[in-house]
C-alpha cells in the first residue's frame, strides 16, 4: 500500500516534514463538530496540524494542501449546521450517531434526543440524504437492555429518520480491551452483559428486518461476527463507494480511489455494484491502521483522545 505523499511545511517553529492525505477524518478521536469547528476551520485556513499519537504521544504533522475529502464524525452536528459554507471546497459527508440510551445516562454531555433527531433531519436536507450515515452505536447489552428492547430504540428512531438517509450503521459495545472503560462503568454502576451467539442472530435478523421496511442498508462497523448471512454488510465508514457516488466531479478524488471523473451518481443504490468498475492495477485503499474487521479505506485522523466533552461512559477515547 502505498503511503501518503509528503510535504515540507513552514511551522513557527521552523520547517518540518508532513503527510499529506487525500481523505482527513475529522475524527474518530473526538467529536469534532460538536466542539473544535473553529479550530479545524482555522487549521485549514493555516494548511496543517500537528497530530499527537495517542499510543506513544510522538508529534507529527498533516498537511491539507492535497486534501479533497473530510468525513465528518460527530453526535451534535448542530454546530456544523451554521457552517456548511465552509466546507463547501472540500468533498465531505457526515457519519452522525444518533443513540438512545437517555433514560441511562451514558451519554450525560450529548443534546437531547429530540434535537439531534432535528439536527440529523435539517443535515440532510441541506446535504442530502447519502452523505448523512445514521449510526446506532454502540449498541450496549445491559441487564434490563435485551435483544428486544434495543431493537425497539432503534426502531424508533429509524422511523423518524430512515426517509433521510441511506444507512443504518451499527456495532457492538467493545469493553474488554479497554480498562479504563470497564472502570468507569463500574464505577456508574453499570453492568454491560455479553452478548450470546443466539442473540447476536437474533439481533441481525431483527436490524436486516428493519433495515428492509425502511429501504436502508444495514452495516455492522468493525465486528468479528459475520453478519453477512443476514443481509447485513461489514460497513466502510471511510466509503469510497460513497466517495465515488458522492462526488463524481472531484476529479482528483475520484483518481486516488481508482476511477476517472464523472463516473458515479447518486441514483446508484447503496451497496450496489459501481456503475463504472475501478482499475484493476489500483492497488488497495483498505486502512491497515485500524483493526483487521474495520473495512474504511485510508483516511488520515486529526483528533486527539480526551478532548470530547459528551463524556459518553463507553467511549475509549476519554481515558479518564
Known sequence: MPTWERLTIETPDGPREAVAPV???????TDLPAFHLDWFEERLRAGFTSWRNPFNGRESFVAFARARAIVFWTK???????????????SFYVTCTVNDYEAEGLEPGVPPL????????ELARQLGRARVVWRFDPLLRLPHLGVPELLARVERIGEQL????????????????????????????VAVCP???????????????LGRRWGLAVAACGEAYDFTPFGIARNRCIDDDLLHR?????????????????QGTLCKAPGAPLATAPSASRPSLKDKGQRKTCGCIRSKDIGRYNTCSHGCLYCYATTR
Do not use: C, M
Not at 429530540?114 to 433531519?121: E, N, P, S
Open 162 to 189: 430512515h426517509p433521510w438517509t441511506e444507512k443504518l450503521v451499527f456495532s457492538l459495545a467493545d469493553i474488554e480491551p479497554y480498562p479504563a472503560v470497564a472502570r468507569r462503568l463500574a464505577r456508574a454502576g
Open 246 to 262: 458522492a462526488f463524481p466531479d472531484d476529479t482528483p478524488l475520484q483518481e486516488f480511489l481508482g476511477y476517472g471523473p464523472s
Open 23 to 29: 481523505i482527513v477524518s475529522a475524527s474518530r478521536a
Open 195 to 209: 452478548w450470546s451467539e443466539g442473540e447476536l442472530g437474533t439481533l441481525a435478523a431483527g436490524l436486516a428486518a
Open 76 to 90: 451534535n452536528g448542530r454546530p456544523l449546521l451554521d457552517r456548511l459554507a465552509a466546507f463547501a471546497p472540500w
Open 114 to 121: 429530540a434535537g439531534r433527531l432535528a439536527t440529523f433531519v
